[in-house]
């Protein structure tokens, strides 16, 4: 009976991947470049604000569009970025994290099952179920990596997707799982074939905004052109002030779009928790333009940790005896390799069969991808089980039966902190 439940459900059931890859790191206490979660606690300046707020008794139910301070707050921060006057009474939304800002969109966005959604492939996968909830038909269009060992977007497979159907096109910079940060040449690209289009939206996932390195900038697609009209842009208090848990994001969009939205969010939520948008938007000023520690400001040091556990993995990849190939991110919390050498070196019972532990009591769930299980994640679970490093594998990003499915790829985070990444990356020697 159970399994006939299962089978109805409106959205594939996906959580189990995660459980797996963190139930080996607890099992096997293995360091873990699976999970995006940061390492960081958050700044105290954030944790004293969120008491403070919570003090002067900001404890109760707010308008459904957000707390109107946090959205003054925010509409001051973000109006330079994007060349124009935000309205904080009708052009944001504050709700359950990004994830809460997309599921409001989504739903707010799609009607029926003959709304297309495209998601650049690989993406992260809670589009791909946001999407079918929404009750969507989702077409994908796929990131490649090219001779400059960086991912591109296949601008001839955008074209040949568009049609009079597409609701929507879900972009993603910098990018999750591949660390890519368009540049504003890309976007513009992406921007001239969607004029063609003009009845599509554009939802631009930015929760990784302020983390770019190595000269790479990130750009506002809304603010190219008059690209402002159609973008809904979606941040994360979370991601900027490392405090995933708390699930504050933020929507920015023109008021027309962003007003059904907001009825899906209060008809859903009602509104998010209150301490938390208050502390949270209080503290992003504090967090850009205040010294956190030698001599950085909090985003600086954040970004620079980053990149230090990003220079480990990559240079670690690069000399490790094992044949996984890195490719160069700009940004973000994940790096993406390949790892089509290790087809001949891992076991085969990790392509043979979905039970790879050798105490069969106490045997994790494990996530069911068919047999052959897929290289990526044979890969992984070898990696976790006998080198000791827990990673993510790649097949999740795609959509199952997708043409552009490949198991090549894993994903490695750099949000884990300088210990746990040297740790890892000493296995992985
Ligand atoms: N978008 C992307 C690309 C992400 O990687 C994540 C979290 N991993 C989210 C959105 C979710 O953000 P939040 O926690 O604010 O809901």
């Known amino acids: ?86 309205n904080p009474e009708r052009e944001i939304l504050i709700s359950n994290g990004a994830n809460g800002c997309m599921t409001a969109v989504l739903g707010s966005l799609i009607h029926s099952k003959s709304d297309e959604i495209i998601l650049i492939e690989p993406f992260f996968p809670q589009y791909f179920s946001q999407s079918q909830f929404a009750g969507a038909t989702i077409k994908t269009v796929p990131l490649i990596p090219s001779d400059d060992n960086q991912w591109h977007l296949d601008l001839d497979a955008l074209k040949e997707t568009l049609n009079e159907n597409t609701k929507c096109i879900i972009m993603n910079t910098p990018h999750n799982p591949t ?156 790096i993406c390799a390949d790892v089509s050498e290790l087809r001949d070196i891992v076991p085969e019972k990790y392509f043979k069969q979905q039970e790879y532990e050798d105490d069969p009591d106490t045997t994790i769930e494990k996530n069911d991808f068919g047999l052959p299980v897929p290289l990526d994640l044979a890969v992984c679970r070898w990696l976790a089980m006998e080198k000791k490093v827990v990673t993510m594998p790649g097949t999740f990003f795609y959509m199952k039966g997708s043409k552009h499915m490949t198991d090549k790829y894993i994903r490695l985070a750099f949000c884990r902190g300088e210990e746990i990444t040297k740790a890892a990356m000493e296995n992985l020697k």
């Open 1 to 86: 009976m159970e399994g006939e439940f299962r089978k109805q459900t409106k959205v594939d059931d996906i959580l189990c991947i995660w459980e797996e890859f963190g139930c080996l790191v607890g099992k096997y206490n293995i360091p873990s470049l699976g999970e995006g979660a940061p390492h960081f606690q958050p700044p105290k300046f954030l944790v004293d604000s969120l008491v403070k707020a919570i003090e002067e008794g900001h404890n109760q139910y707010t308008s459904s569009y957000g707390h109107p301070e946090a959205r003054e707050l925010l509409a001051e921060l973000y109006s330079p970025s994007f060349g124009k006057e935000i």
């Open 179 to 334: 660390g890519k940060v368009f540049t504003k040449e890309e976007l513009q690209e992406i921007s001239d074939i969607l004029e063609e289009y003009p009845h599509v939206y554009v939802i631009n996932d930015d929760v990784y905004y302020f983390l770019t390195f190595e000269g790479h900038e990130h750009h506002i697609f809304a603010t190219l052109g008059d690209n402002w009209k159609k973008t809904i842009t979606i941040f994360s208090g979370g991601k900027i002030l490392c405090c995933t848990g708390w699930k504050v994001g933020w929507a920015i969009a023109p008021a027309d779009i962003l007003r059904q939205a907001v009825v899906f969010n209060d008809c859903t939520v009602y509104c998010n928790n209150v301490p938390g948008q208050l502390a949270v938007a209080r503290s992003l000023k504090v967090a850009k333009q205040e010294e956190y520690k030698d001599g950085l400001t909090f985003i600086e040091y954040e970004g620079e940790d980053f990149k230090r556990s990003y220079d480990i993995i990559f240079k670690g990849l690069e000399e490790s005896s094992l044949p996984i190939k890195p490719i160069k991110a700009s940004g973000g919390y994940f």
